[in-house]
């Protein structure tokens, strides 16, 4: 059994590496570097640009596939979705696809752009969009860089964005939010339906979730001295359950938890002051719920 998988090529190519990286697939680029190799004999990958995935999965080209959900909704694609991957090139947070016009323009929302120009990628989105707000514009298919069409070339434009970053540089202001998006896990349908297949990506859905829960959390152990454990447990958050063990030494304890990496740096210094000792941070590669 081979199971054709897409992968997005672009921006997210390095960050869907790792993710797998973590959840135990390595895939090497190769001449052909659309087809990467992989060390799970099962898996067929092939690396498109993520607007391409949705179609090809939807017509069984590709058994499944990671994409945008903003690529799947401007398709319009019948795919089953099997998860959502919260991760992307700069951050975990969710991409927004935004409509957005120059700072010194009179525009202040969609309503404004009557009989204007927009240039997008997001053709098909923008269009039903417009639609929905009862605006008549000329919405033309631009291959990237839409901030640099703006003003000379056109009055608006609709992107996406992770951090905002690329439209201040610019010097644009977002006037209407069309869609917030994540990647996701989708499947064709015909794929999903047949048994062999779907065990296989119920296999990749709790390993790549897994490695995403991962990202965030780190482990912390350390030996506390009995008499300063409860000290020692009253810094840890109280929302996680540590594990504590003996040790041969009868008057320390072993203790470990799992937290958000962002705590530590103020975490390990409070557990040093309350008598722990021998502290170790170390990374997570998955973490199943």
């Known amino acids: 059994m081979k199971l054709r998988i897409g992968l997005p090529k672009g921006s997210l190519e390095s960050a869907t590496f790792e993710l797998f990286r973590k959840a135990g697939f390595e895939f090497v680029s190769t001449n052909r570097n659309y087809q990467p ?4 004999p099962e898996l067929e990958p092939t690396l498109l640009r993520p607007q391409e995935i949705p179609l090809y999965v ?8 990671l994409t945008g959900h903003d690529w799947v909704v401007d398709c319009g694609a019948d795919v089953h979705e099997i998860c959502e991957l919260r991760y ?8 927004r696809i935004v409509l957005a016009v120059h700072n010194d323009s009179p525009y202040q ?3 404004d752009l009557q009989g204007k120009r927009i240039a997008t990628e997001y053709v098909r989105l923008t269009n039903r969009f417009l639609e929905e707000q009862g605006v008549a514009a000329e919405v033309e298919f ?3 860089a839409c901030e640099v069409k703006v003003p000379e070339l056109v009055d608006a434009i609709v992107v996406n964005t992770e951090t905002g970053s690329s439209l201040r540089a610019h010097n644009l202001r977002v006037i209407e939010t069309l869609l917030v998006s994540t990647t996701r896990f989708i499947a064709n ?4 339906a047949d048994p062999q297949k779907q065990r296989k990506m119920r296999a990749l859905e709790v390993l790549l979730t897994g490695a995403m829960n991962a990202s965030k959390l780190v482990g912390l152990k350390m030996n506390v001295p009995v008499e300063k ?13 540590p594990t504590v063990n003996d040790l041969s030494d009868r008057d320390w304890k072993a203790v470990e938890v799992v937290l ?3 705590m530590s740096r103020d975490l390990i210094p409070q557990l040093k002051e309350k008598g722990a000792t021998g502290i170790v941070e170390y990374p997570l590669n998955k973490v199943i719920y």
């Open 189 to 192: 349908h015909d794929s999903w």
């Open 260 to 262: 958000e990496e962002k």
């Open 58 to 65: 939807q017509d069984g080209v590709l058994d499944c596939g």
């Open 109 to 111: 929302s969609a309503k």
């Open 37 to 40: 190799l992989s060390d799970d």
């Open 142 to 144: 631009s291959w990237g």
């Open 88 to 95: 992307s090139k700069l951050t975990s947070n969710p991409i």
């Open 229 to 241: 454990l409860d000290d020692v447990l009253g810094v840890l958050p109280a929302l996680q359950n």
